[in-house]
């Protein structure tokens, strides 16, 4: 049985991979933004799933002033830049970023894919939530 996204519910293979988020701007992964206030009318925070590849994925330094952000790592492994700390991660922990923390993540594998939910609290877009790239990493 396929089941269909209904008024208040996402899945990840109804949910497109936003093409606008390109490796040009830091973006050199793919993400889906499962809820939002343009998919489900969220108010207040964001849910993405995204993947990032082996062989040099990464999302490049950036910040959200206005979001907290909470992260969970389904699969593989990752080093976070969390301010001026280098932070390993692996499937099964939790991460966050407190709102205005400049922060990025690579996927230091040849062959694993990682994969995260990452719920930004406090925007309901990308744009609400204050996303800013820095260019830094």
């Not at 490796?23 to 009318?41: K, T, Y």
């Not at 108010?43 to 909470?70: C, D, M, Q, S, W």
Request: net charge negative; with cysteine; glycine share 12%.
């Amino acid at each position: 049985m396929v089941r269909k996204s209904a008024k208040y519910s996402a899945t990840i293979e109804d949910t497109p991979i936003d093409m606008d988020r390109k490796p040009e701007d830091g973006w050199h992964l793919a993400i889906r933004w499962m809820i939002d206030e343009q998919r489900l009318g969220a108010k207040y925070g964001t849910v993405g799933y995204a993947v990032i590849p082996p062989g040099g994925g990464r999302h490049e330094r950036h910040l959200h002033e206005n979001a907290e952000e909470f992260t969970y790592y389904f699969r593989g492994r990752g080093i976070r830049h969390i301010g001026d700390e280098f932070v390993e991660v692996q499937a099964g922990e939790f991460g966050f970023v407190p709102a205005g923390v400049p922060h990025s993540m690579r996927n230091p594998s040849d062959t694993e894919p990682l994969e995260i939910l990452c719920v930004y609290m406090g925007g309901p877009s990308l744009q609400k939530a204050g996303y800013t790239l820095l260019r830094e990493d």
